[in-house]
């Protein structure tokens, strides 16, 4: 089909404002599937995504669409996008495939914290935006106070569109817009192949899957083509199109979104954001791509079963196939034993990054405390940066820390603020603004340290604003800051896997925590076990597991009071010489429960 009528369009929006249900009505009115074929979430294709009503990965359909009154024919290929904050680099990598942009608000909660970063993500990328105010079936919907929110806040007065993607009120006049407003491609079928990689998966029997957007030439079964960043070149075995189900093509040409297979078994071969080139008549230039991604949280990722650490290596390689944004390296643990460490851009990102490696690859793992990449100016001017608190040069030889702040904005009714800023305040925030946005909301900007924002931050603003409050965070800068490190010792014998880098103000706090949790999950022995928390070689906090008891007086029936003393004696100066020599073992289990719990 001519470029001339072709849309290349995503969805935007905050978390759970209708995007996939918007993504399911379209795909119903252009008979993408037929209303029996129809299912909640059809562009969801992982199990998570539907066990917890989120979008986690981006997903693309191609639909054909005629205009009722011109006859008109269009190819619709739209790009789905999750809303969380943790899988913005997902956002980013839909709107560089596209000219357009359908932002939705929820007409029951207006204009958030992520609809406001995922606007101006597409403003970054010049798309056509337009707004769509979703959810006005329900019956407090306050439709006209959600499209002054837009007018004020975003500054889009044009083509505010009203639907409930539900029902599908509206949604037939939206596709008839898009279709009209959003620009179609600019490429040129007849110049050298530039194409790019904005997503790919691994298939067992195909290996990678790579989702493309051809910006200029044509691309057809058999061609030999080049990636530019690597140079590596391979065959075009199977070219094809979602609608949303798999349907094979000869050639994709300038402005087409598909996908391509080419026998590439080794996925390091494939990068996302690359450029896909032909080998004997190759483009000037590379396309833009993707800038790197900055990884907000770090953790380490031990297997339970330690002979399953290949296929962990294994899964990793897979799995950061199809999320350009996770980042990783091997490390070991005395504790743990061979590990990986990875950098996530949220903890949900890690979240659901585990629960993927258990389905998917039956890998059960132990999870180390997340924590934050630091700055260190060591007393030889040399800079350094570490995200485990096992790197940590000893204190004698650092001349300062700096830790990673963000810039936090949070959207809360009036009645919240109070308590949200008591919150920021506890959280070492720096307070930097309050405005009010249309509708009774107020927005309130903090420069916060990152450490403080990754653990229970987001849970103890929804408890405080009873689920009403949003936020949204990007990387500030390093600060100065006065940090410790906290080393766990058992009977005096560091245990690394509980080892962190934290605020000395907080210090004594966690660490007597810890100390508690501790004696409740590891099991007594044959002697006393000191549980120490230090810094440096100051000990900050202490607790005791009693040794247990035997009693060796139970075979004296009888006879002079020494014979008594004697053993008493001989199993004093025994526990003595064991806690001496003594390990102490901790189990699994107990590495689980305090980790979960950090």
Same mark, same amino acid.
């Given at each position: ?176 817009? @898009? ?28 290996? @990678? ?47 087409? @979104? ?199 931050? /987001? ?48 210090? /004594? ?76 073992? @901790? ?12």
């Amino acid at each position: 089909m001519n470029e001339q009528n072709i849309r290349n369009f995503c969805i935007i929006a905050h978390i759970d404002h209708g995007k996939s249900t918007l993504s399911d009505r379209i795909i119903e009115l252009t008979h993408g599937l037929e209303k029996r074929e129809m299912k909640d979430q059809v562009l969801d294709s992982m199990d998570i995504e539907r066990e917890r009503g989120i979008t986690i990965k981006l997903n693309t359909v191609r639909l054909n669409y005629t205009d009722p009154i011109s006859k008109k024919e269009y190819i619709l290929n739209l790009i789905d996008t999750p809303g969380h904050v943790d899988f913005n680099y997902e956002v980013s990598r839909s709107l560089a495939a596209c000219e357009g942009a359908i932002l939705v608000v929820d007409a029951t909660q207006g204009v958030q914290a992520q609809t406001l970063a995922n606007t101006y993500l597409a403003l970054t990328n010049n798309l056509f935006i337009i707004p769509v105010i979703n959810k006005i079936d329900l019956p407090n919907a306050n439709v006209e106070l959600v499209k002054k929110q837009i007018e004020e806040t975003i500054g889009i007065k044009d083509h505010i569109f009203c639907i409930s993607a539900k029902t599908g009120e509206g949604v037939n006049e939206l596709i008839k817009h @898009v279709a009209e407003l959003i620009p179609n491609p600019k490429g040129n079928s007849n110049l050298p192949l530039q194409a790019l990689i904005f997503d790919s998966y691994y298939d067992s029997y195909s290996g @990678v899957i790579c989702f493309i957007r051809v910006k200029n030439g044509v691309i057809k079964i058999n061609q030999h083509i080049k990636m530019m960043s690597n140079n590596k070149d391979f065959i075009i075995t199977g070219i094809g199109i979602k609608t949303p189900k798999i349907k094979n093509v000869k050639e994709l040409r300038a402005g087409e @979104v598909g996908w391509i297979s080419a026998n590439i078994k080794t996925a390091k071969d494939v990068n996302v954001g690359d450029t896909i080139t032909d080998y004997d008549n190759p483009c000037a230039q590379s396309l833009p791509g993707y800038q790197k991604v900055l990884p907000m949280v770090y953790c380490g990722m031990y297997p339970i079963d330690n002979s399953k650490y290949n296929d962990l290596k294994e899964a990793m390689i897979k799995i950061s196939l199809s999320d350009s944004s996770l980042i990783y390296k091997y490390e070991t643990s005395a504790a743990l034993g061979f590990g990986i460490r990875c950098g996530f851009l949220g903890l949900l990102h890690m979240d659901v990054i585990q629960q993927r490696i258990k389905r998917e690859y039956n890998i059960d793992l132990i999870l180390t405390a997340p924590s934050v990449e630091y700055k260190i100016i060591k007393t030889n001017k040399e800079i350094i940066m570490i995200n485990n608190p096992c790197d940590l040069p000893d204190r004698t030889f650092i001349k300062e820390f700096y830790e990673p702040y963000v810039k936090l904005k949070i959207i809360t009714p009036k009645e919240y603020i109070g308590g949200i800023m008591e919150l920021a305040q506890n959280s070492r925030g720096i307070y930097k603004n309050l405005s009010l946005v249309e509708g009774g909301h107020h927005k309130l900007e903090y420069i916060i340290p990152l450490n403080e924002i990754i653990y229970d931050f /987001f849970n103890n603003l929804k408890i405080i604003s009873h689920g009403y409050a949003t936020m949204n965070y990007e990387f500030d800068e390093y600060k100065k800051t006065d940090l410790a490190k906290v080393d766990i010792l058992l009977n005096g014998n560091k245990v690394d896997a509980f080892s962190m880098i934290i605020h000395r103000d907080k210090a /004594f706090a966690k660490a007597k925590e810890i100390c508690q949790k501790l004696k409740i999950y590891i099991p007594r022995q044959q002697f006393e076990v000191p549980i120490q928390a230090v810094i440096g070689g100051k000990v900050i906090a202490r607790e005791t597991i009693s040794a247990m008891y035997k009693n060796v007086l139970a075979k004296c029936y009888g006879g002079d009071v020494s014979r008594k003393k004697k053993l008493l004696e001989q199993q004093k100066e025994g526990k003595k010489k064991l806690k001496m020599i003594g390990k102490v073992s @901790v189990p699994q289990e107990t590495f689980i429960k305090i980790l979960k719990n950090e």
